[in-house]
């Protein structure tokens, strides 16, 4: 077996499992955005900032909540995805399936 074939890595970074579990649900506090992308709260909150600082989301205070605005428009930083937005890519990441029937999506019945 190769080093770096098993659980030692994710196919998405910090930022990406951030991203996408406030486009599941904008509302999120931050213990529980830092749960769901398996980080600490305080990896979770810098990974905001820079999301927040690049443009692919906006903060909103509502009393002691904050939520959370997507900017799905905003394109990928990296040069092999040029003219690609983000939209798409975390439609199909942020989906919530609503039973453990339901197929996954893009597979057949």
């Known amino acids: 077996m ?6 030692v890595w994710t196919l998405l970074t910090g930022h990406g499992h951030v991203l996408v579990a406030i486009a599941k649900n904008p509302d999120s506090r931050v213990s529980d955005l830092s749960r769901e992308a398996g980080l ?4 979770t909150l810098g990974i905001i900032n820079d999301l927040e600082s690049a443009g692919y989301i906006s903060r909103h205070r509502t009393g002691r909540r904050t939520t959370y605005t997507v900017h799905a ?22 989906q919530t399936r609503t039973s453990e029937t339901d197929p ?6």
Not at 2 to 7: A, D, K, Q, V
């Open 73 to 94: 428009d905003c394109g990928f930083r990296h040069s092999s995805q040029d003219g690609l937005v983000i939209g798409p890519f975390l439609e199909v990441l942020a």
């Open 2 to 7: 190769t080093r770096g074939s098993e659980g």
């Open 40 to 43: 600490t709260e305080r990896t």
């Open 104 to 109: 996954a999506p893009g597979s057949e019945e």
